[in-house]
């Protein structure tokens, strides 16, 4: 299951077809399961490039690390024990990882951060904009848009803005249309321009026209508690986890106590006494029985010794007795570690795997909330907002929130319980020395993260918005390169993706100096704290105040506070991250966005003429009409502008009916509204002032579903989802038995070639249908259509791609079934510029700008010179 794919299909799904087919909870369970089984670790590919990669962060990171380099010499065991953290300014992230393996479970939690520590301030910065999964949605409107878009990126090329610019006015006279996407087709300074990048990422899709998707304001960023909220959930888990963590970072924390006190055992005076004599005892007894072998014989016994002075041998006995004890002792305290260090390793894997699957799973149910909650926007939102985008937020949005928010506060309390266990550690040892470390250190190394980390920031944004700008360019440009090539822009286009690719290095390398400060800067800060204290213990030592033994486990533990208060600033920071990209998902969530919000409260004229708030009613889903109800459309006095652009006026008091028993045939120039129509009788849109009426009611006052259902809309461009001929066909009746599903398309003419395909019913026809025609998609659209049984069949330019016969012969199969007494279809709402499909409607509806301006049968149109249709018709014979 490929998350990214259903959920860009899903939402790049232009003709409304998930409206037209109610099949929304049906995609819903889709993208459940397909998060379900993300949870599970099922990672499909795009996920896994993106959880993965993170959340083993530390594995992919180890993988390619070059092999640890050789231990430190013993010469200095706090300096070798002091690269737990502090000694990392030149691998940084690596090297950070390599000298945890010091202190035990500090690897992992370092290596999780270190790799997500500048990917997480980037994202943040990059406000989503990920351009993966974008190229799709905007390849097929740039595809959609083709000749116009392209003909100007040839003109642009040849610097010739002035027949651009004609082509485009040219285009915008011709048809009243503004050219959509423009934004495209970058002239190179725009191209380079992060601003733009910023914003013109995504792939735009919803029938929107991006260049209305002006920069959106940030929202406010969300409160602690509400972040916190997403937790709440699993608070249950994540207090076990933490409970894990707790008895891990003890068992870390009693590495440097076990070091101190065994320096102790083996500096006191004594036992470097009962060393030297055992040493001695063991070199002379070799020295003494090579001489006894040698020189027996001279051996002579002095009879002057003390009887009461103990012997040499007792003495040595004793010696050796104590010498044992020591043995004792310091194995008893590398038993007790080996048990802490057990349970510790035993804690570190329940933390570790509570954390990271808690993390999953809210993950995962917070992408089930967002789909759910886009799922059912209308298409107006989805016109204001690029369905790349979207499933980016899905993806990457998502990601980065509980990546920063669960993750993140994993991390800072484990540093948190480190540092606090470090100075409780450290205190015990010398309250002097610690009031020396603990107060400055915080301070300057907090000082050190919030100085460089806001430039980090600031320049890692910048470097991803123009990465995500030129990926979706790329993508963009491999999607279209049969443009690339007909037009010959393959050295042009290489040079605009170098120069872009430069620019983002540039701001590379500045992140790259920002970051080499901000560690060499954590280096002198610790090991100045580091030096101070070897000096201030150094002296305490000497004055007896405190044990050798005491100021090596006093440096360790400033090693781990050293650490743990960088650690602590970046998960911070990190957790400021997470708000930030929570900002636009409780956005999505809340429904707050301000442009393209769902329709809350409709203001309608009523049937008795006074305006009345509908709003109760539309909500009011019961509302249906009878099975047997006269399917006769009326549209009553319609003015309409789409939300996007409140001040074109597209339909201009339109009036028309659509009887009961017709095929009606709208035509008219591009861009006179005829599509808009269809629109508005799905109710995708709501109209500025009139009412469209079914059997007389208003159909505001139906339920949006159930008229959804009744009207089995083909829309101009036939979607196709990246799943079977049959799935797709069923797509709208998922219950349909196989038969059903092949009698429809027998009724599409679609049975013939779908029996040609490689696997016929069962062939995938690839995304958006890729891999079958033109005419083949539109067939199967039409049979998807038919399948639900609709009462109206409104079909938008669905027989352009079909040739002569082919079209001829569907035209007399619908006519058949608007007859046929068998079948539910009671009226046919054509929209075509096809004199054939004209002349086969019973009657025609011309509309110019919005207006009705003519209609009749189509023979006495024809037949009227100088009028609209036939200059419409002129070349279309
Ligand atoms: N989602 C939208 N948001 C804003 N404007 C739109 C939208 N869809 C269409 N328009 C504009 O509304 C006008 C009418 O569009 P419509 O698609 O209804 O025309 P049409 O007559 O069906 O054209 P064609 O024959 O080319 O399909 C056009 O100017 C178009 O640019």
Known sequence: MNLPRIVGARIGCRDGGRYAFGARSSWQRTQST??????????????????????????????????????????????????????????RSRARMRSNHSVGIVSHWHCYHSSSFLSSMASNNNDGKNSTGLGEDRNSDSNRNGIKDERNNSESESNSNHRNSKINNDAHEHDGMEPRFQDTELPTHSFLDTTAASTATGGGDGGGDDGNRSEKEPPPHPSVSKM???????????????????????????????????????????????????????????????????????????????????????????????????????????????????????????????????????????????????????????????????????????????????????????NLIRALTAVASMAVISPMLTACISV?????????????????????????????????????????????????????????????????????????IYEGAFWGSSYLVGHAALMTILMLGSHQVLSGEISPGHLAG?????????????????????????????????????????????????????????DKDLAPLVTNLAATLPACYDSTVHFEGIKFSYPTHPNKSILKDASFVLK???????????????????????????????????????????????????????????????????????YGRPSATRDEVIEACIAAGAHRFVLELPDQYDTIVGGRGASISGGQKQRLCIARALLTKPRILALDEASSALDGPTEQDFLHRLRFLLESKDNNISSILFITHKKSVLRACDRVLVLSKGKIIEMGEFNSLDNASGDQLTRLMEGNN
């Not at 001279?298 to 040499?312: F, N, Q």
């Not at 059912?376 to 998502?398: I, K, M, Q």
């Not at 360019?473 to 286009?493: C, K, N």
């Not at 290095?505 to 500045?510: L, N, T």
Request: aromatic share 8%; proline share 4%.
């Open 34 to 91: 397909a998060a379900a089984a993300t949870t599970r670790g099922l990672h499909a590919h795009d996920v896994g490039v993106h959880i993965h990669a993170t959340s083993n962060a530390f594995h992919a990171r180890a993988a390619s690390l070059p092999p640890p380099p050789p231990p430190p010499p013993p010469s200095s065991a706090i300096a070798s024990a002091s690269d737990g953290g502090l000694l990392t300014s030149n691998g």
């Open 554 to 610: 006093f440096c360790m533990y400033a090693i781990h506070l050293t650490d743990a208060v960088v650690e602590l600033s970046q998960a911070t920071g990190g957790f400021l991250r997470a708000q930030g990209s929570g900002a636009r998902l409780f956005d999505l969530l809340e429904g707050r966005d301000d442009r393209g919000g769902t329709t809350t409260t409709i203001v309608v004229d009523g049937d008795d003429g006074n």
């Open 228 to 414: 916190l909220s997403l937790l709440y959930p699993e608070s249950k888990s994540l207090l076990v986890a933490l409970g894990f963590l707790t008895v891990a970072t003890s068992a870390t924390m009693q590495f440097p106590n076990a070091i101190g006190q065994i320096i102790d055992i083996l500096s006191s005076s004594s036992s470097t006494d009962v060393i030297d004599a055992v040493v001695e005892a063991a070199t002379s007894t070799a020295s003494h029985s090579s001489d006894v072998a040698t020189t027996n014989h001279d051996v002579v016994v002095d009879p002057t010794r003390d009887a009461a002075m103990p012997s040499d041998d007792d003495l040595l006995a004793q010696q050796l007795g104590q010498h044992q004890l020591l043995r004792e002792q310091i194995q008893t305290i590398g038993l007790q570690l080996t048990s802490y260090f057990a349970i510790g390793a035993f804690a570190t894997f329940a933390s570790s795997a509570i954390f990271d699957s808690t993390g999953e799973r809210i993950g995962a149910d917070l992408r089930k909330r967002l789909f759910a909650t886009l799922i059912h926007r209308d298409l107006n939102f989805f016109a204001n907002n690029r369905a790349g985008e979207l499933a980016n937020r899905l993806s990457t949005d998502v990601h980065e929130v509980v990546e920063h928010l669960v993750h993140n506060m994993a991390y800072f309390l484990y």
């Open 440 to 512: 400055p250190l915080p301070v300057l190394l907090g000082g050190c993260a919030a100085y460089y980390g806001g430039h980090i920031r600031h320049w890692t944004g910048r470097q991803l918005d123009v990465l995500a700008r030129s990926t979706h360019v790329a993508t963009e440009r491999f999607g279209g390169i049969s443009t690339v090539l007909s037009f010959g822009q393959r050295r042009a286009e290489q040079r605009r993706y170098s120069a872009v690719i430069e620019a983002s290095y540039g701001y590379a390398r500045r992140v790259a």
């Open 660 to 730: 009961n028993g017709e095929m009606l045939a709208i035509t008219g120039l591009s861009g006179s509204g005829k599509s808009s129509i269809v629109s508005l009788l799905m109710r995708f849109y709501e109209p500025n002032t009139g009412r469209i009426t079914l059997d007389g009611i208003d159909v505001r006052r139906l339920d949006v579903d159930w008229l959804r259902s009744q009207v089995g809309l083909v829309g101009q461009e036939p979607i196709l989802f990246d799943a079977s001929v049959y799935e797709n066909v069923a």
